[in-house]
C-alpha cells in the first residue's frame, strides 16, 4: 500500500509545485487506512490548504489505493 501511495503522491506533486508547494509523506498505517502528510512551501498557511488536502490529496489517494479511508496534514 506504501508505494501506490507514493506513487499517487508523485502524480500529484507537480500540481502543488507549480504554485509553491509541495508535499511529503509522513507515513502509512495500512491496518487504519489513514495516510500523514506534511504540506510545505506555499501549502504552509494557505487559506486553501484543507481544501487541498480533501480534494485534491485525499481524494486521488482513495480513489486510486483501496484501503484508504483518511487523509491527514501533520
Same mark, same amino acid.
Given at each position: *500500500?506504501?508505494? @501506490? +501511495? &507514493?506513487?499517487?503522491?508523485?502524480?500529484?506533486? #507537480?500540481?502543488?509545485?507549480?504554485? =509553491? =508547494? @509541495?508535499? &511529503? !509523506? +509522513? @507515513? +502509512?498505517?495500512?491496518?487504519?487506512?489513514?495516510?500523514? +502528510?506534511?504540506?510545505?512551501?506555499?501549502?504552509?498557511?494557505? #487559506? *486553501?490548504?484543507? *481544501?487541498? !488536502?480533501?480534494? =485534491?490529496? =485525499?481524494?486521488?489517494?482513495?480513489?486510486?489505493? #483501496?484501503?484508504?479511508? @483518511?487523509? /491527514?496534514? /501533520?
Amino acid at each position: *500500500m506504501k508505494k @501506490d +501511495v &507514493e506513487n499517487v503522491i508523485k502524480e500529484i506533486r #507537480p500540481h502543488l509545485q507549480a504554485d =509553491g =508547494g @509541495d508535499i &511529503e !509523506l +509522513v @507515513d +502509512v498505517d495500512e491496518k487504519q487506512g489513514i495516510v500523514k +502528510v506534511r504540506l510545505k512551501g506555499a501549502c504552509v498557511g494557505c #487559506p *486553501m490548504a484543507q *481544501m487541498t !488536502l480533501a480534494e =485534491g490529496v =485525499g481524494r486521488n489517494l482513495k480513489e486510486k489505493v #483501496p484501503g484508504i479511508k @483518511d487523509v /491527514v496534514a /501533520v
